[in-house]
């Protein structure tokens, strides 16, 4: 997280945030021939172990601790991606949210839907 103390505001980000992260990670040597050309059923998609929650809470909270924001309790649209991709790492948007042109349709039936305490 240190590469981020360069982009870290003075003073500290506030109000609400949307939050975007993009997780790349190396392909394994199983996603290529071995001409070195990638094969065609190569996932995009990293999955696995990693918890995808528990990488962005470690990422949330490494961006509070170096004063990025007051709290991550400011995030408040969050978009997470885990990627295969030549050049690891992750990329991190931080940005006030974007104001909805219009409410979001009611949810069919079918969604389940939890109340928020």
Known sequence: MMAAR????????????????????RRPKSHYRSNGSLKPDA?????????????TKAVMDCLTDIGMWIDDGQVVVLHVKRIYHSQPGAMITIQPPVQE??????APASDCLLPIP
């Not at 982009?7 to 975007?20: S, T």
């Not at 042109?101 to 009611?106: G, K, S």
């Open 6 to 25: 360069p982009f870290v505001p003075f003073p500290p980000l506030e109000g609400p945030m949307a939050l975007e992260i993009v997780f790349r990670f």
């Open 101 to 106: 042109a219009a409410p979001l349709p009611a």
């Open 43 to 55: 996932p995009m998609w990293k999955s696995g172990r990693q918890d995808i929650d528990n990488t």
